[in-house]
């Protein structure tokens, strides 16, 4: 349930000093940094919180922050991590009496009630004045003034919050209020991406006996799915091994797309506009893969790459990679439209390749994915890099399997980084 900044920002009183706004590029940095932190964390989501709450005290000037986890049922709020807190509130976390009541703390309030608290000064609250003894701790023991209370909503439901505090009266402006919710939300990604690696493990560490036990071959594939590319999965279930995931070379078609002018785009959009366009690129892209029967796919921001052939066999895998190719080309052009009417120039551009690579699982410890690397996945990746908004751009093994479904034409020998000799590239004319 969203809520606007105003509805929940006491009245300030003349006098009260203003906070300085964000920088837009500090602050696009630091949202980039965090989502780096993601893709290198995405078992453990400790180092994500801590990040967060680095960048969100320098961005917004606040000496002493918190993450809490906590949601509404729950008895008591959990510090999940917090940089330069006031001893006296880590002991009450520690000790088991913070607990979640909306009469003892506005942090328990933003968690149940599901909003945003943002606090001028906390002096002039209903809880200090009610004698609150968590608040007036914070106020008369620890000098606390200014504070915003930002909850973590996953799927609409607060899972806990981001509270920055300052000890002088100096209130949280718009902009501040706004990064942090930014932050709030790459939070509930890296809480979702720990959740989902937990289960993985733990299913991972149960697989082999399942197997070997013949435990029902359909509570296994929807388990697998949760966590694996559905092929994968059900390459799994079909062998009753998991020698399919180990290293081998295979035929691939591969696709590489991402967005044109998505890095300019996020320089100058706010970041909740970057997250929805992302949202629902993916989503739509995603459900594209699904329908083409795609074996395996990554998204890596705003790129994604889709291989055909493996584990899930087809016969004309550089014929299936250009149909996405067309589909994919085909909704960005709606959606990019729709883009424009609200000033986002946004584009789109595909490189499909068809050669063998070796595939398999990489990783170390319980960081691994399954993915494909070789000259074919760097070819696709050069050849999106080089495609123009609305282009498809082909391999010479793949613009010759499909010359005769599509109408394809070369653009000459072109030189590529990584690649050592020229490269002739094929066009797919009127891709839309």
């Not at 960048?55 to 709020?77: E, F, R, T, V, W």
């Amino acid at each position: 349930m969203a809520h606007s900044f105003e509805q929940y920002v006491p009245s300030e009183e003349g006098g009260v000093p203003a906070s300085k706004s964000v920088n837009a590029t500090a602050r696009e940095r630091a949202l980039q940094e965090i989502l780096e932190v993601i893709s290198q964390s995405r078992d453990d989501d400790q180092p994500v919180f801590e990040a967060i709450l680095d960048h969100a005290q320098a961005l917004c000037n606040a000496p002493m922050s918190a993450l809490i986890l906590a949601q509404a049922g729950d008895d008591h709020q959990v510090l999940a991590a917090y940089r330069g807190l006031f001893p006296k509130a880590v002991e009450l976390f520690e000790t088991g009496q913070m607990v979640l009541d909306v009469s003892v703390s506005y942090a328990a309030k933003s968690i149940i009630e599901e909003r945003l608290v943002v606090l001028p000064d906390m002096r002039d609250s209903d809880l200090y004045k009610a004698n609150s003894p968590v608040v007036r701790s914070m106020v008369d023991h620890s000098s606390i003034r200014s504070v915003v209370f930002v909850p973590l909503l996953q799927n609409g439901k607060a899972i806990g919050n981001i509270t920055l505090f300052r000890q002088e009266v100096c209130p949280f402006s718009e902009q501040e209020v706004a990064l942090v919710q930014a932050f709030a939300s790459q939070a509930v990604i890296a809480i979702e991406n720990a959740r989902q690696f937990k289960a993985l493990e733990q299913l991972n560490a149960e697989l082999e006996g399942r197997v070997q036990a013949q435990v029902g071959e359909i509570e296994r594939i929807g388990k697998l799915k949760r966590f694996l590319p559905p092929a994968v999965a059900d390459a799994i279930i079909q062998s009753g091994s998991e020698k399919v995931l180990s290293s081998h070379r295979v035929l691939l078609g591969v696709l590489f797309c991402d967005i044109r002018g998505f890095t300019a785009f996020c320089e100058t959009a706010e970041p909740e506009e970057t997250i929805d366009v992302l949202q629902t690129y993916h989503e739509e892209m995603g459900r594209l893969i699904n329908v083409h029967g795609a074996g395996v796919d990554h998204r890596m921001g705003d790129g994604i790459m889709a291989l055909f052939n493996d584990p899930l066999k087809c016969d004309d895998p550089a014929g299936d990679a250009v149909r996405l190719a067309v589909a994919m080309c085909e909704r960005m052009k709606e959606l990019c439209a729709q883009w424009q009417r609200l000033g986002y120039r946004l584009g789109f551009g595909v490189g499909v390749s068809l050669g063998y690579a070796t595939v398999g699982i990489v990783g170390f410890e319980d960081r691994f994915d399954y993915t494909a690397s070789g000259t074919a996945i760097n070819l696709a990746a050069r050849l999106c890099d080089e495609a123009k908004d609305g282009e498809i751009l082909l391999s010479p093994k793949a613009g010759i399997a499909v010359e005769t479904q599509f109408e394809v034409a070369s653009r000459g020998a072109q030189t590529f980084k990584g690649i050592r000799e020229p490269v002739e590239v094929f066009q797919l004319l009127h891709p839309v």
